[in-house]
């Protein structure tokens, strides 16, 4: 989505990406560039489209004809005053919501009266090894099919790539990722599927503006009403949006005068590269290059905020895997450490654009997952360094050990039971100060470890 969402990675799912809300890791929304609110990185499960069972499904003994009543009143008062509010007219707003029911399939609903307890979304759940989300076959898969589709779209993609200098790769490994190439079902309606979110989801508010953004849509004429399907989080089209991303970075290539990214794949490249592009894509530049990082470079060097020309990382040792020399271009520009799974896992050194992939969804994997596909439409065959099997411990625990690691002093950017990068610094901090060897990611034994 392209909204970033801050996630928790985990399992890629064909669609379920899409601009969620930005958050730190709510389910199901993404934050960001248009977007905004959800999710961010991490490693557990983004289940993103993937509701689970803990959080679908009402309360049993609602009253759904109540509620639904109740709902009705709900349109034809405080949400209609505020459409009309923005600009909308009584006909285009009737129509639009005319007939408009509640799913109470979603997931994430709160409806009113229901009582229980908000589940501490996927406290218990096993924390995954960030290696899960790079599975060989679904990898393979997209890069069989990325390819197909580079060739079949090459003309327009050359157009997309010289008008908004984002690469090729990148456009298709998103489009891939978001939605299987426009191939996956979007099986909702987005009026449907946000009304019900606005009215009785655990995120009222940031549903209410993007229910309000997709009225606009239909009310501009980009898209017939009953044409506009979704994610169940309101995500559109190939390339995932958010409604209000959708408003601010959608765009027409192929000059039909619709923005059109349900059927149209011009229209769909183009806007992606025009999200990531109007979010500080620079041109000319890679996102990352896989590194060989020498023991005397510490993983707590990791990060955004930790940056240094790449002449300085390789004057450190860092090298880059295969022999491969840094280009010549990139030498004297910003690079930063990721590793995204600390020692336990690859290296690289990344540029800017690796962080703008990350406006389209917060999380490390992610935007690795994107210029990793990227870069295996060429001839990269793989990754060099090993993920490791980690695990043995829930994302309960992993919150436990952030709390205790605030309490020192260090910045874990959020108990969340997520392992971002702060926190894998925060760790890699702790090892040095301790005169440990530093991993920067938890384990079992380091999780009881840290107190
Ligand atoms: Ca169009």
Not at 104 to 122: A, E, I, S, T, Y
Request: charged share 20%; glycine share 10%.
């Amino acid at each position: 989505m392209a909204i970033q969402r801050k996630h928790t990675d985990g399992q890629p799912a064909v669609s379920q990406t899409a601009i969620c809300p930005k958050g730190k890791y709510e389910i199901g929304a993404r934050k960001s560039p248009l977007v905004h609110i959800v999710l961010a990185f991490v490693l557990c499960l983004c289940l993103i489209h993937a509701p689970t069972a803990i959080e679908a499904a009402a309360e049993p003994g609602t009253n759904r004809q109540q509620v639904a009543q109740q709902f009705r009143a709900w349109v034809d008062g405080p949400l209609w005053a505020e459409a009309q509010k923005q600009g909308f007219s009584r006909p285009a707003f009737t129509r639009a919501l005319a007939g408009v029911t509640l799913d109470w399939n979603l997931p994430d609903l709160r409806p009113p009266g229901d009582r229980r307890k908000v589940p501490q979304v996927q406290r218990q759940a096993e924390f995954g090894s960030p290696g899960n989300y790079f599975k060989e076959s679904r990898l393979n898969n997209l890069v069989a099919t990325g390819r197909r589709r580079l060739a079949e779209w090459a003309p327009v993609l050359a157009n997309i790539e010289k008008e908004f200098g984002v690469p090729r790769g990148i456009l298709v490994a998103i489009w891939g990722r978001e939605s299987g190439f426009g191939q996956a079902r979007l099986g909702h309606r987005a009026s449907r599927a946000l009304a019900t979110q606005a009215f009785m989801g655990r995120r009222k508010q940031f549903f209410h503006k993007e229910l309000l953004a997709a009225l606009r849509i239909v009310q501009d004429g980009h898209i017939p009403l009953k044409s506009m399907v979704s994610s169940w989080s309101g995500a559109l089209g190939q390339p995932q949006f958010l409604p209000s991303a959708f408003l601010l970075y959608a765009v027409d290539f192929d000059k039909d005068g619709k923005r059109d990214i349900w059927n149209s794949v011009p229209d769909s490249l183009a806007s992606i590269a025009n999200y990531l592009i109007k979010h500080g894509w620079q041109r000319g530049r890679d996102w990352g290059f896989e590194a060989n990082v020498p023991k005397t470079v510490t993983c707590a060097l990791e990060g955004p905020d930790k940056g240094k020309p790449i002449a300085e990382w390789i004057r450190l040792g860092v090298t880059r895997v295969g022999g491969r020399p840094f280009p010549p271009a990139e030498i004297n520009r910003t690079g930063y450490l990721l590793m995204p799974a600390g020692r336990l896992g690859p290296a690289y050194i990344a540029t800017k654009n690796f962080y703008i992939l990350k406006t389209y969804n917060e999380s490390d994997l992610y935007a690795l997952f994107i210029g990793h596909l990227k870069d295996r439409f060429g001839a990269n065959k793989g990754f060099h360094g090993k993920w490791q099997k980690i695990g043995g411990f829930t994302r309960r625990d992993v919150q436990q050990m952030q709390e205790r690691l605030e309490k020192m002093g260090y910045n874990v950017g959020g108990a969340d039971g997520l392992v971002g990068f702060q926190t894998r610094t925060a760790i890699g901090d702790w090892q040095l100060r301790k005169g440990r060897h530093s991993t920067c990611f938890p384990d079992s034994g380091l999780i009881r470890l840290i107190r």
